[in-house]
């Protein structure tokens, strides 16, 4: 089957950290770039950061830019989201999504994606 398993959610405190990762099964993740989303209750998604496929371009929105990385292993077909210093605006059930491209070295939000994750929920609060 393919797919985009995220894992890595829960509930922390105001001021801790949480991994995210994104691993794809049935598929190699080599030839997409990969994006991060997240969706609050009552709000629209948005997107949070993307990273090439070669690694090299990372993109991050303004509310989660400096303290926010993505990463990828290519070896393990997995994408990660470290987030640090959370606050309680970062709840939201986040998503990964692979989009195919041919260029390596670029990531953008607005693009087509063939894979969606079936997201896991933040939760950031005291």
């Known amino acids: 089957q393919l797919q985009l398993v995220e894992s890595g959610g829960g509930l922390v405190q105001p001021g801790g950290s949480l991994r995210l990762s994104c691993a794809a099964s049935?598929?190699?993740?080599?030839?997409?770039?990969i994006s991060w989303f997240r969706q609050a209750p009552g709000k629209e998604r948005e997107g949070v950061s993307c990273i090439s496929r070669s690694g090299i371009r990372t993109l991050y929105s303004d509310s989660v830019d400096g303290r926010f990385t993505i990463s990828r292993d290519n070896a393990k077909n997995t994408v990660y989201l470290q987030m640090t210093s959370l606050k309680p605006e970062d709840t939201a059930v986040y998503y990964c999504?692979?989009?195919?491209?041919?260029?390596?070295?670029?990531?953008?939000?607005?693009?087509?994606?063939?894979?969606w994750g079936q997201g896991t929920q933040v939760t950031v609060s005291s």
């Open positions: 999504a692979a989009g195919p491209s041919i260029l390596r070295h670029m990531c953008v939000f607005n693009r087509e994606y063939d894979y």
């Open positions: 049935g598929f190699s993740l080599d030839a997409y770039a």
